[in-house]
């Protein structure tokens, strides 16, 4: 996914809350797009609209304008899995897919090995995995050793992170015609919630 080369503004960004906003918004795509490693200063900053120089006066150089654009993306996909899910902590099977933006920069980040960057959302208390990881320990009174609880909460997260990232080419390997794509998506749902139900509870 490319990034567009030219400005998302026809006019120059004024003002210092539009421009980090704007500056923001361009990482954030950028991080989508092609990944930490590859992100540039300068497109970064041409796609925003702004002097290349604003990034170092408000984000003090490439990695915090990266850092704020990965936090921003995590905090818009933590509105919207809470939203999804009625404000509780677990949001319903499958609905990664409808922040690519997000999903996109997280494995980008994962495959070029930055953590750091990837685990922001930890730190700054806006995982929605780990939301819903505490509140089903909660609900299970489980203590922190407890590897079969944490092992089963793996799987289902690599199975919903490596649907999102590979659906299309899953649906090739499972031989499954354009037509009938919505039903395996509603299949696989229910094989989720069900396995999600025998080992978390309802």
Not at 19 to 33: P, Q, S
Request: hydrophobic share 45%; net charge negative; with cysteine.
């Amino acid at each position: 996914m490319p990034l567009d080369p030219n400005p998302s503004e026809s006019l120059p960004v004024r003002g210092g809350d539009a421009v980090r906003r704007a500056l923001v918004e361009a990482a954030a795509d950028a991080l989508a797009a092609a990944g930490p490693n590859s992100v540039s200063v300068r497109d970064v900053a041409r796609r925003a609209g702004v002097n290349h120089g604003q990034v170092h006066h408000y984000f003090g150089g490439k990695r915090g304008l990266l850092e704020a654009g990965m936090r921003s993306l995590a905090a818009e996909h933590f509105a919207h899995a809470s939203e999804r899910a009625g404000g509780g902590p677990i949001p319903p099977a499958l609905q990664l897919a409808d922040d690519p933006r997000y999903w996109r920069a997280i494995c980008q980040c994962v495959m070029e090995g930055d953590l750091e960057l990837a685990s922001i959302e930890i730190e700054e208390g806006i995982s929605v995995p780990r939301r819903a990881l505490e509140a089903l320990a909660e609900r299970l009174s489980t203590t922190g050793d407890d590897l079969d609880f944490k092992a089963n909460f793996a799987a289902i997260c690599a199975l919903q992170l490596g649907w999102v990232a590979l659906e299309d080419f899953v649906m090739l390997l499972a031989d499954v015609a354009e037509s009938d794509r919505a039903a395996v998506r509603d299949r696989v749902k229910l094989l989720i919630n069900g396995w999600f139900e025998k080992n978390f509870g309802s």
